[in-house]
Antibody, heavy 114, light 111 residues
Framework: QVQLVESGGGVVQPGGSLRLSCGTS????????MHWVRQAPGKGLEWVAD????????FYPDSVKGRFAISRDNSRNTLYLQMNSLRVEDTAVYYC???????WGQGTLVTVSS | EIVMTQTPLSSLVNIGQPASISCRSS???????????LSWLHQRPGQPPRLLIY???YRFSGVPDRFSGSGAGTDFTLKISRVEAEDVGVYYC????????FGQGTKLEIK
């Protein structure tokens, strides 16, 4: 069955960096675009980044553009999110989702606090 | 950026009664490829979202047929024909025609 498992969350100071990973199984990872979506505590869903199936294109909303970078390793069936210059408002549960948002991981919590 | 606006933001419904959620986009979601990339997701407390409906009206695998989606252009609706206890949670519309944007969410509770 399709599985997505996020890891790498934790507590980081403002201005710091963190790298999230999303390990996948149960489907041909290299055939799918992938997403990162976040949810601040008690708030709604916010799209964070997209990457095409082959890694040739990346897309970001203005809120994270220039600070976050999505990447993938199709040989390892793994998706990544490099987060730099973190701000308090980046505190959220970060989910990875398969293209079409048909399958989601359980999420990993990122807390940005001094 | 396409803005997605959901109404109502909360809904109190009796079990067995219908429920309806509206979603309006600031621009048409009709893509040049002929598809309209509007999805509906459901999130229970403490759980990740799960996909219910994609491309306006297609039910995802395993989704009960009491859920239906309709609409075109900028106006879309999710309907639950008979609400069950397991339907509580927050419902989101999401557009993927131009990047991605979510609606604010609609909280469904049982009376």
């Amino acid at each position: 069955q399709v599985q997505l498992v996020e890891s790498g969350g934790g507590v980081v100071q403002p201005g710091g960096s963190l790298r999230l990973s999303c390990g996948t199984s149960g489907f041909t990872f290299s055939r799918y675009d992938m997403h990162w979506v976040r949810q601040a505590p008690g708030k709604g869903l916010e799209w964070v980044a997209d990457i095409t199936f082959d890694g040739s294109d990346e897309f970001y909303p203005d809120s994270v553009k220039g600070r976050f970078a999505i990447s993938r390793d199709n040989s390892r069936n793994t998706l990544y999110l490099q987060m730099n210059s973190l701000r308090v408002e980046d505190t959220a549960v970060y989910y990875c989702a398969r293209g079409g948002v048909d399958f989601w991981g359980q999420g990993t919590l990122v807390t940005v606090s001094s | 950026e396409i803005v997605m606006t959901q109404t109502p933001l909360s809904s109190l419904v009796n079990i067995g009664q219908p429920a309806s959620i509206s979603c309006r986009s600031s621009e048409s979601l009709a893509d040049r490829d002929g598809n309209t990339y509007l999805s509906w997701l459901h999130q229970r407390p403490g759980q990740p979202p799960r996909l219910l409906i994609y491309k306006v009206s297609y039910r995802f695998s395993g989704v009960p047929d009491r859920f239906s989606g309709s609409g075109a252009g900028t106006d879309f609706t999710l309907k639950i024909s008979r609400v069950e206890a397991e339907d509580v949670g927050v419902y989101y519309c999401m557009q993927s025609t131009q990047l991605n944007t979510f609606g604010q969410g609609t909280k469904l509770e049982i009376k």
